[in-house]
Structure formats: structure tokens, C-alpha cells
């Protein structure tokens, strides 16, 4: 009788913890994501393997297993494992573990592994408070924060650290890790649920890599679900707009409205509508597209559709890039925003795009073609006798920094492939040229 009230006693009190606790991995082996830090051969799965080591701070967002990592690193080493939270705890709690950690090393010979969460949160006296310690080994720190810590943390516990960056999951990974849950965790199991068409896709887009936003809403989702005749919890578009609070726009399983949308979004940049493209962009950021897709293909349609019409939009798409990346979403929406009225409003020129097409199909028809003599190294003397380098001119040693050289192959001496608009800061571009390149037709 006793067994059955504490059998069910723990069945009470694992109910009461949620779904991403439940199937938090307990090994490496079963952690997803982070394949360049834990990957094998990897800097910190060396680490780890080795039992060799040091304090460190975890960099990245919500979600991608910052805390489930520092637990893993304390059980594979045999350490000893304290977690608290930067925002509810303080130095006296910090003292008294690291109290217990010089017990654990001076008298069991055990590790003590302190992880902090969002220890960004820590003013700068109670990140002094963790030097000595962190410095004579007492305690192996694990910080973990959303932040740049190189903004957020003192720099004489940063030079004791190691910093790795973690990045958000991608979207293999988040449905790995939702397939592990419906197939491992036994409340999960019991509520016998059913997906409809496409659901699942919709849930990992719109978890945005953050593992503990996808199982939270699974979670919920199977307690507004209503039970069928035969047993099933069906999980509907419906209940999952439910669940989120938010309306789904469409992003249909075959992908046609994800390329529709970027496709049409793209165009409207290249053809200068700020409007259209803020349109597409926001039905994008709506449907939960990550925003770094979005970024990068804004880079590369700074350098695609713009190039030197304006040089500073490349420079502006990829600060985007790394701002999005820093500081995600719902914040990253503001900078992709700028970038794209930026772009849309700039002079436009696809000749950087036109010349390097036409030079790649030259090297292609023209692989070998030998480069003139005068412009090969020439480090060693028997090169020189062979003639490497003879008769270069140093456009430096003339007046204007330039002189009139031949730089192509013999048989392409001729060729022209960059024609620069006259638009923007390209006309600068081609009036140098023409000045300079008098005897080439532009």
C-alpha cells in the first residue's frame, strides 16, 4: 500500500513539471543543436571528455539548451552542481555555495560546478564577488545569458572565462526534439495525439529555434484539445492559433507561399517601393520566418541590385545581418525594417552582378590563359632571370596613382565587364574610369 501511495505521490508531483523539464536530455549524446561547440572533435566536447575544464559563459537565446548543457557538463565530469538565477539571488547565496564548494574540493576532492542564469542580471559588485573563486578554480563557472557579455560582464571575470556562443536551433532541430518528446515522455504519450496537416510544420517555424516555446505549446495545445470517439486529441490549426494567441498566416507545407512571399517581397525592393516591401516583410515576420533568412537575402541583394549605385547599402545590410542576429526578434522586426526602406529608396545598378557573370563565363571558356609576365610573383632570383615580374609599373611612382598598364590575359586584353551606371555614386565611378581608361570604350 505504502509503494502505491508513493508511486502515486511521484506521478502527482511529475505531472506538476512541465513538458520541457520532463525530456531535458541527460547526455550529450542526446542533446540537439550546437554541433560546432559539442559536435564530435569539437572544442567543448574535448573539453568535457577530457574532464578539463575551465569557467565559462554561455552566450545565446531563449531556448537552446544553455541550462541543459551546464547540467550535462556537471554530470559527465562528476561534479558537483548548483544553478541559480541572477535575478532572484545575491552575494550571501553566491558565498554560501561557494562556501560548500571549498568543502567539496578541500575534503571530497570533488568539482563544484556553479551555473548562473542570466548572470548579465549581476551588478558589478556581485560579479566581483565570484573573482577569487572563479581565479583559484574553487568553483568551475557556468554563465548563461542572453546578452553580449562583453557589454554585460565585468571584464576581470570575462578574462577568466571562456565564451561560446550558442545559436538558435534550426528547424531540424526543433522537430527532432519535439519527436523525442512525443515518443519518450509518457504523459505526453498517454493523451494519444494526432497532428493535422501541416500543424507540426507551423509549430517548428514559429518556435523561432527556441526548443522550450515548441514544447510549451504542445503542452498546452493538448489541454485544449477535445478528446474523439476513438480516443484521439486531434491538434488543429486552430488550436494552435489558440494556443499562441496569434493567427497563422498561411505558409502552406509544399513551401510555395514561403518562396511566393520572399520572391515577391525581393521584387518589390528592387523596384523601389518601400511600401510593397514593408507589406511582404511584416507577412513574413508574421508567419514566423526567421529573420536572418530575411537579412542575408537582404545582403545579397545590396550587392545583386544596388552595388556602387550606393556602397553603404551593403555596409547597412550586413550591420542588419549582425543586428538581427544579436538581438533577435521582436526587436530584430526594427532593424529589418530600416534596412529594407533603406534599400528600397536607394539608387539602384546590377552591373557588379552583370561583370562578374560575364567574368566567370570567360574563365570558363579561357581556364589557362597565361597571366602577363609582368604582373607574377617574382620572390626568388632564378624567377626574376625568367623574366616574373619584369616591367611592372608601380601606379604609386606616378602622377594620379595611376598609370596605363595592360592587366588581363593577351586574348582578353580587350574585354571590358564592368559598365558602371549613371546613377547614384556609380557616375563618380565611370567618370574616373573614363578618364582613366581612355583608350577602352565604356
Known sequence: MTDLFEKTAREAANASIPLADRVRP???????????????GKVLRNAIEHDDLISMIFWGPPGVGKTTLAKIIARETESVFYAISAVTSG??????????????????????VLFIDEIHRFNKAQQDALLHSVEDGTICLIGATTENPSFEVISPLLSRCRVYQLHALTESDIRS??????????????ENLEFDAGVLEMLVKLSGGDAR????????????????????????????????????????????????????????????D??????????????????????????????????????????????????????????GQLVLAQTTTYLASANKSNASYLAIKAAMEDVKKYPDEP????????????????????????????????V???????????????????????????????????????
Open 26 to 40: 541527460q547526455t550529450l549524446d542526446e542533446f540537439m543543436g550546437q554541433a560546432h561547440l559539442v559536435g564530435a
Open 91 to 112: 552575494v550571501g547565496e553566491v558565498r554560501k555555495i561557494i562556501e560548500k564548494a571549498e568543502v567539496n574540493r578541500k575534503s571530497l576532492g570533488q568539482r563544484t
Open 177 to 190: 526534439i519535439i519527436d523525442r518528446a512525443l515518443k519518450t515522455d509518457t504523459q505526453i504519450e498517454r
Open 213 to 272: 516555446i515548441a514544447l510549451n505549446t504542445i503542452e498546452l495545445a493538448a489541454r485544449f484539445a477535445q478528446r474523439s470517439a476513438d480516443g484521439q486529441k486531434i491538434i488543429t490549426q486552430s488550436i494552435l492559433e489558440e494556443t499562441l494567441q496569434r493567427r497563422i498566416a498561411r505558409y502552406d507545407k509544399t513551401g510555395d507561399a514561403h518562396y511566393d512571399t520572399i520572391s515577391a517581397f525581393i521584387k518589390s525592393v528592387r523596384g523601389s
Open 274 to 331: 518601400p511600401d510593397a516591401a514593408l507589406h511582404y516583410l511584416a507577412r513574413m515576420l508574421d508567419s514566423g520566418e526567421d529573420p536572418k533568412f530575411i537579412a542575408r537575402r537582404l545582403v545579397i541583394l545590396a550587392s545583386e541590385d544596388i552595388g556602387n549605385a550606393d556602397p553603404l547599402a551593403l555596409v547597412i545590410a550586413t550591420s542588419a545581418f549582425t543586428a538581427v542576429t544579436y538581438i533577435g526578434m521582436p526587436e
Open 371 to 402: 597571366i602577363p609576365m609582368h604582373l607574377r610573383n617574382a620572390p626568388t632570383k632564378l624567377m626574376e632571370q625568367f623574366g616574373y615580374a619584369d616591367g611592372y609599373q608601380y601606379p604609386h611612382d606616378f602622377p594620379g596613382h595611376f
Open 404 to 442: 596605363d598598364e595592360t592587366y588581363l590575359p593577351e586574348k582578353l586584353k580587350h574585354k571590358i565587364y564592368y559598365h558602371p551606371t549613371d546613377i547614384g555614386h556609380e557616375l563618380k565611378l565611370k567618370e574616373r574610369l573614363m578618364r582613366w581608361w581612355q583608350q577602352k570604350r565604356r
